[in-house]
């Protein structure tokens, strides 16, 4: 009864449609501040946006669920946007929690035009696909570029996961949810030899063994002989929505949505399994196996209490607002709260900012490191000082 009633809870609330007004508190920061949140950009407004990226320069590109990437120039004032890659007729979005998810732009992008894409397919499949931008135009996508790099099943219609982030070492981290379905019933969390509910890293530079990408030496399981995945970079995850490297410590931040009790925060490292689905969070999901060998925990978690049950991940922020470097900026999609959390502790401080109406779908930051969120609704918000 408690899978059922999760999963009827997560696709009223997850990437649903809800009303929101822009009533928001101020919050008195240490030094007499006041942090906010500003309606970003009046005057547009988008179509279920799940992503928000920036290619470096003064523009900013929002992914809408059903296909579309949209580019605009980051400035309050701006009032329209241009179609930067519509791939409406490929995208699968019948599902809540299926569509377009993901986008990033490789490390040399002004030199090479390439970006990557994560969506499902109308075969129920992931794919992550390379396009390269209009020659001509950057702030233009060639439809017709696409070179699918990795692709594989889906068995349910949720859980997809859908981020892509190149790390610090150049290459492409793919966050792959377990499936889908409730409670992982095909196992695949603790099943290495499935690409599901892991972290996929993989080397989009250098492809070797017949494939469109490499396999980086380092991987855990690279060069395995016993069927291990080796684009696995870590595993035992159950929906990682959302994930990012801090700019300054180069950790991978990553929020894990949970099934019946818990949300969870993990700083993820090379071949660390996470738990899911023997455990949720730090509490034993399966009385039955709770055998902890060799699992990390997570950093932080909170409890589905006062309506929390689905975490949205953020940022590690290092931008202008002094009181918040360094604190991991996060949000929950049902309630709405978005938090602070204290990111080098042994018993971190988790601070409320905003109890806010939105249904926050994702997290963003511009070439300046200011961190937005989107509300699936359509709209974009800033963290900012007030005047």
Not at 59 to 69: A, K, S
Not at 212 to 232: C, L, V
């Amino acid at each position: 009864m408690k899978i059922l009633y999760a999963l009827a809870f997560s696709l009223i609330l997850f990437l649903g449609s809800c009303s929101e007004d822009g009533d928001m508190p101020l919050i008195p920061d240490p030094d007499g501040d006041n942090l906010i949140i500003s309606e970003a950009f009046p005057l547009l407004s988008f179509t279920r946006p799940v992503d928000l990226q920036s290619n470096g320069d003064n523009h900013l590109f929002v992914v809408e669920q059903p296909g579309t990437i949209r580019v605009f120039v980051n400035d309050p004032t701006v009032d329209k946007t241009d179609i930067f890659l519509d791939f409406t007729a490929e995208v699968d979005d019948r599902d809540n929690e299926e569509g377009l998810l993901g986008l990033a732009f490789h490390p040399n992008f002004n030199q090479n035009g390439y970006f990557y894409i994560n969506y499902t397919s109308s075969q129920s499949t992931t794919r992550v696909s390379r396009f390269s931008a209009n020659s001509q135009n950057s702030l233009q996508a060639d439809p017709t570029s696409e070179l699918v790099l990795i692709e594989f099943s889906q068995p349910f219609g949720n859980h997809n996961g859908g981020q892509l982030v190149f790390g610090p070492d150049g290459y492409l981290y793919i966050a792959v949810g377990d499936g889908g379905s409730g409670g992982d019933p095909q196992g695949h969390g603790q099943n290495t030899s499935s690409l599901l509910g892991s972290i996929l890293r993989i080397d989009v530079d250098n492809p070797s063994d017949g494939l469109n990408y490499g396999i980086p030496n380092d991987n855990y399981f690279a060069g395995n002989q016993s069927n291990h995945r080796a684009e696995i970079y870590a595993f035992g995850l159950r929906n990682p929505w959302r994930m990012s490297f801090d700019s300054e410590s180069g950790q991978l931040w990553v929020a894990d949505v949970g099934q019946n009790e818990f949300e969870e925060i993990d700083i993820v490292e090379n071949g660390g399994n996470y738990g899911w689905k023997i455990m949720e969070a730090d509490d034993c999901f399966n009385s039955n196996n709770c055998d902890q060998t060799n699992l990390t925990g997570p950093y932080f978690q909170y409890s589905h209490d006062n309506g929390n049950v689905s975490i949205t991940g953020g940022f590690v922020y290092r931008g202008i607002i002094n009181d918040l470097k360094g604190w991991y900026i996060y949000a929950d999609y049902a309630s709405g709260r978005v938090w602070a959390l204290e990111t080098a502790a042994a018993n971190p401080t988790n601070k409320l900012l905003f109890d806010t109406n939105h249904r926050i779908s994702t997290f963003g930051i511009d070439s300046n490191q200011e961190v937005y969120f989107c509300s699936i609704a359509g709209k974009i918000y800033k963290l900012e000082l007030a005047d």
